[in-house]
């Protein structure tokens, strides 16, 4: 006997082995009529039973394939779970009045054993039937029935797990991954076709091949060993792990690839299996954003995100360097009396100048504007940057000819030592800024060096530290919110919680002036958790008060991660309030993303896992790689506003914000554009695939007693209506 199972696993073991109606197959019909040869019988049946009828997969002797469940002897089988035999039908009790005994096929005897699987399911039966009864049915002929059941049912597998075969083999041929099985000791065994377009080498040559023909050859010593260590059963280290290496093409090529490698036991010992995928694409992508991140697309030279890493990685090798920082003088005007497209020229012009004037090799970058910057690596003599400079000053004593028009444009310039003046790379430039600023008061071509005068005036932002610590004590903060709207249409999506700092006597001021140093602030902290809980309680009020709003979004510190429970504060704070994961999004900068350790990627990630969105703030002025995006499991890309001022009228600008939108789509993220002004603006954006952005087309930020979202909403019907 075997152990019961249900009728619903019963019949879904039955429907896998692909039976039910299938055409006749001579592995059964050969079944069927050695049995009717055997035993000296008419009919011979491969009987399967589902739920409402019987189905004969083989039926020597008989012309139906099917009848009622009810009916047949076969059906008894499934309760009884044992060899069924029937010497005369018209004397037994069970039997008698069937229609199959008083009527065709006029049945006297029966034997039927059950089609068992290997977990002792009830599939159906063997059976033989006879017109004529018959005196005994002996222990022999029990056995010998039994036998040829068994049988039938190791075909039945032997069949399922074929077609399980040309059904894996089927899938591996049209996915467009790369599938590659081994064994462990490096022959490959399996190759699908996306493999072959791969790397080039057809599946007929590479069958019992060397994985080394894949691998490049500084790689191959350590992929071996790492063979060696599996067939001596070891672990698989990167077992369900996906990882990015280099390979290599037939044509002797190396390109990146992604790779998920699985191992499991197979008839000769362990075996691997990977799957690959080509990144050349991606990487390249990730290239080019990695340029547009620390190079400034219109001049070729690095932004301020490329040279403060300069100046960081100078600091960090030599210790010493001298930083000049200057701005132009007239540009603006220029800018705004012959356009914009002749002073991008301008700029380019003065980047072409610039580097001819710089000696050695000087680092050059334009900062932002009309601002540009020098790192002299190495180098802490004052009187050798003053001569620097003053060559500097001399490139701009010929005027630029741009368009036919011969512009006149002058700098000055301020400079920093290290280590005399800092040893971080933030503190130097921001010592040779003030030095560029008293040099700018003096009037045009000056120069100047940071000193104890400038050392004055740092000091007095120091003490702007200390205001920030009373301003938390004091409760001087308070969020201001700006609506997040649905471009096609103007529907309100979410709101932006933003901080502002009402000061007692300077009254409010916009973060611009204190979040570069309360991001660096003790206070940082408590003032990043008083944000969630506000915000959160605004979104209550305003639900309350019949405002429908989705979600609203909160912006981050780092000093939030390095607490270690922000996870925590974000779930309690939800809980309290009464809210869902998915009424918050929290946004990070992209700062944050790229110094995320262990414990950050770990608290954005519980956080995600819980339903709360994770958007990536001021996206394209930095740079984070996408296996950081993928890591931290961000859901949302925000493109920063100086990109989106001048997107109709700077192709830069709408080639960024381009690519931006390009690999949000390919890693299926949402993206949202800030800095929204103009109809243009939304309309280029739009064209461009971005559907959501906020800016002061839609609403500026504002406390929520002094301009609701519930009246920017009504102001986006008419928003919307225009649009159309």
Same mark, same amino acid.
């Given at each position: ?266 008839? =000769? ?161 921001? =010592? ?53 709207? =649905? ?238």
């Amino acid at each position: 006997m075997t152990s019961p199972v249900s009728e619903e696993h019963r019949l879904g073991t039955i429907h896998s082995y692909e039976l039910f109606g299938s055409a006749p197959e001579p592995d059964y019909d050969q079944f069927t009529e050695l049995g009717a040869h055997l035993f000296g019988v008419s009919v011979c049946l491969v009987s399967l039973i589902g739920e409402h009828e019987q189905w004969l997969k083989s039926h020597y002797g008989l012309g139906q394939d099917r009848s009622s469940r009810s009916l047949p002897f076969c059906a008894h089988m499934p309760m009884m779970g044992e060899t069924l035999v029937v010497l005369d039908a018209l004397q037994d009790a069970r039997f008698r009045n069937n229609p199959h005994v008083t009527g065709e096929p006029h049945i006297r005897f029966y034997a039927g054993c059950p089609l068992l699987d290997e977990q002792g399911v009830h599939l159906g039966t063997f059976c033989i039937i006879d017109t004529e009864p018959r005196e005994t049915f002996t222990d022999r002929e029990r056995d010998l029935l039994s036998h040829l059941a068994r049988m039938v049912v190791a075909r039945m597998r032997i069949n399922r797990a074929s077609r399980a075969g040309i059904a894996l083999g089927g899938f591996a041929n049209s996915t467009s991954m790369a599938l590659i099985t081994a064994t462990v000791e490096g022959r490959i065994t399996f190759w699908n076709k996306a493999a072959e377009h791969t790397f080039g080498h057809a599946a007929e040559d590479m069958i019992g091949r060397s994985l080394d023909i894949i691998i490049p050859p500084r790689f191959r010593d350590q992929h071996n060993h790492g063979l060696k260590r599996i067939a001596a059963g070891g672990p698989v280290n990167l077992s369900g792990k996906t990882v990015e290496v280099m390979a290599i093409k037939a044509d002797g090529t190396e390109f990146p690839i992604e790779i998920t490698i699985s191992s499991w036991p197979g008839l =000769r010992g362990m075996e691997i299996g990977a799957q690959i995928q080509d990144i050349s694409a991606r990487r390249e992508r990730e290239t080019r954003l990695q340029h547009l991140a620390h190079h400034d697309v219109l001049t070729g030279l690095r932004n301020r995100a490329g040279f403060i890493e300069s100046v960081v990685d100078c600091l960090k090798q030599k210790g010493v360097a001298t930083l000049l920082a200057l701005d132009l003088d007239g540009f603006k005007s220029i800018n705004d009396s012959f356009g914009h497209s002749t002073g991008d020229a301008l700029l380019q012009a003065i980047a072409i100048r610039l580097a001819s004037a710089i000696s050695g090799d000087g680092v050059l970058a334009r900062i932002g504007g009309d601002e540009f910057a020098l790192l002299l690596p190495g180098r802490d003599d004052p009187i050798g940057a003053r001569a620097q400079a003053e060559q500097i000053i001399e490139a701009f004593s010929q005027p630029f000819k741009i368009a036919g028009h011969l512009l006149h444009v002058g700098t000055g310039i301020g400079f920093s030592l290290a280590p005399l003046h800092a040893t971080d790379a933030e503190e130097l430039f921001l =010592r040779a800024d003030l030095a560029l600023l008293a040099a700018k008061r003096e009037g045009g071509r000056r120069i100047r060096l940071f000193d104890a005068g400038m050392a004055n005036q740092l000091a007095a932002q120091r003490a702007f530290r200390t205001e920030l610590r009373q301003a938390t004590e004091r409760g001087e903060w308070e969020l201001h919110y700006q609506p997040q709207i =649905r471009l096609s249409d103007g529907a309100l999506i979410g709101a932006e919680a933003l901080l502002r700092w009402r000061h007692p006597t300077r009254g409010l001021i916009l973060p611009s002036v204190f979040l570069p140093v309360l991001e660096t602030h003790r206070t940082a902290f408590a003032v990043g958790s008083w944000i969630i809980d506000e915000a959160c309680a605004q979104l209550v009020r305003w639900r309350a008060a019949g405002v429908a709003l989705p979600r609203i979004s909160v912006n981050l510190f780092a000093a939030q991660f390095t607490s270690g429970n922000l996870a925590q504060i974000v779930n309690e704070t939800l809980a309290r309030h009464g809210l869902q994961p998915t009424d918050l999004e929290l946004e990070i900068t992209e700062t944050i993303a790229l110094r995320a350790d262990e414990q950050t990627i770990t608290s954005l990630n519980h956080l995600r896992m819980a339903g709360m969105g994770i958007a990536l703030d001021d996206f394209g002025t930095g740079f984070a790689s996408l296996s950081t995006l993928k890591q931290m499991q961000v859901t949302r890309l925000k493109i920063d506003k100086s990109f989106v001022e001048d997107i109709g009228s700077a192709p830069h600008s709408a080639a960024i914000v381009s690519a931006i939108i390009s690999l949000a789509d390919s890693l299926k993220l949402e993206i949202i554009a800030e800095g929204i002004e103009t109809p243009e603006q939304r309309d280029m954006l739009l064209q461009l695939g971005c559907w959501a952005g906020q800016g002061y087309m839609f609403g500026r930020p504002a406390a929520a007693e002094e301009h609701t979202i519930a009246q920017t909403l009504s102001a986006q019907g008419n928003v919307s209506q225009s649009a159309a």
